[in-house]
């Protein structure tokens, strides 16, 4: 029987994107020791693939390489790459045990410096999935140029074991016979920040199935648009062409039962406005459309940035396109119906780009006990229907009490006037409170009582934040512990 070795934190960060990044980082700087599980070969997600960031135009790799750099170099963050979570349980004691899978990486993590001679002497060239397909990679490389771990990663299925990587490379760090191993982990929480995906471009029939060259997805279009882009500009992929006539075809994956997919993906129409516009930048001679079924400008300062594309001289067509064909010359027509002027038109197109829907990119079914909803995200209490999550009383919840380690100020003595923090069941006293955590009545004007919990990070307490850790956090309650009472303000920091 294979024994392994557990390792132990007080968090578990399940997906190293964006948001897994800034939630790891903020516990790190709390004290709290985390583990960042990453399937992918580098931390950073979709969004250190992205060019620029809606509303701002904010380079989207300046936000996100600094707080990779960060989680990387951060004392009390372990990172986890290239990892498959296997299962997720809790014992009785409200540990939370992982296994995990790491996938080969075919080089010593250990003695791999990232020189890159492996990838500069391989004789076999790939499409690289960094760079939409447009680019070619090694065989055997480092992911991006700023990936993180800058680290090699030898692809099986096209290396053809020439064994010049190993033979090149100067700490003897190449392993072809290196197999997956289970990795343990313990924690007293988890988060989960698994982001999303795209729906495949193969399902749509109507458009093409992905066999039309100059029908691309949004996020090809994001590399195309980035400062290291494949082309280090806007060009045709079929021919290298700059095109003069560029078209954006909304809801391509999302609000079609046809697809399974009903929902709005809520962020199509904003990223599709913020490439049109980078795009009247690079190309301002091209004549940009969007066809669109509702425009969703949901957030701050959206509609004044919808506005300003149309005062850019963006086309905005509302129509539902039906069809689109390869026509001459590498264009495409766009068939569609036009709701404002009535009839079914069509135009043509150099390129089209299309604003596929947004799905799950992790499901939980038979790893961990979350539950999700008929859309396949993951779901979570409404704060307005159950604001102290009644019924879970060791569980993280919101509280009536307005003081950030759970208590109001009569616990402590104050004579400022507060709303009593009540129990979870509703039996609160009139003058003062109970603590809701085991039960019990504290006199007024205590200064200490025996049940205080250690204090939790804001943005995994308010679920407005954006972060699904808030669901995750509902569910693994653990990080929120028993404590002795010792009146030491100093050792639970305001949050």
Sequence with gaps: MTRHQTHRFDALVIGGGIAGLQAALDLADQGYTVAVVEKDVSIGGTMIRLSKVFPTLDCASCITTPKMAAAAHHEKITLFTSCELESLEKDDSGAIHARVVKRPRYVDENRCIGCRQCEY??????????????????????????AVPQIAVLDPDHCMLC???????????????????????????????????????????????GAIPNVITALQM????????????????????????????????????????????????????????????????????????????????????FQNAQAMGIRFVKAKVALIEPGENGSVTVRYED?????????????????????????????A???????????????????????????????????????????????RRRRPCGDLSGRAKK??????????????????????????PRFLKNPGSGFT???????????????????????FPVW
């Design 121 to 146: 002497h391989c004789p076999v060239y790939v499409p690289d999935p960094n760079q939409g397909n447009f680019a070619a990679r090694k065989a055997i490389c480092v992911p991006f140029s700023n």
């Design 163 to 209: 064994g010049t990587c190993a033979s090149v490379c100067p700490t003897d760090a190449v392993r072809y016979d290196q197999e997956p191993r289970t990795v343990l982990i313990e924690a007293e929480a988890v988060v989960v920040t698994t982001g999303f995906s795209v729906t495949p471009l193969e399902d749509k029939a109507q458009y093409g199935k």
């Design 222 to 305: 994001e590399r195309l648009l980035a400062p290291h882009g494949p082309y280090n500009r806007v060009l045709r992929p079929s021919d290298g062409m700059e095109p003069d006539s560029i078209a954006f075809v909304q809801c391509a994956g999302s609000r079609d039962k046809s697809m399974g997919v009903p929902y709005c993906s809520r962020v199509c129409c904003m990223y599709a406005i913020k490439q049109a516009m980078l795009l009247s930048g690079a190309l301002p001679l091209a004549d940009i459309t969007i066809y669109y079924m509702d425009i969703r400008a949901f957030g701050k300062n959206y509609e004044q940035f």
């Design 339 to 367: 709701q404002m002027n009535g009839g079914a038109t069509s135009a043509t197109h150099d390129l089209v780009v299309l604003s596929l829907g947004k799905l799950p990119a992790w499901n939980p079914a038979g790893r």
């Design 369 to 415: 006990p979350i539950e999700t909803g008929p859309d396949g995200f993951i779901t979570g209490p409404e704060p307005k229907l159950a604001p102290h999550l009644d019924g879970c009383r060791r569980d993280l919840r919101r509280r009536s009490c307005r003081r950030p380690q759970g208590y109001c100020g009569q616990h402590r003595g104050s004579k």
């Design 431 to 456: 003058g003062h409170g109970q603590c809701g955590l085991r039960g019990q009545a504290h006199p007024k004007g205590e200064s200490s009582w025996k049940c205080r919990k250690r204090p939790f």
């Design 469 to 491: 850790s808030a669901t995750a956090a509902a569910t693994f309650p653990t990080m929120w512990t028993w404590k002795s009472c010792a009146p030491r303000r100093k050792e």
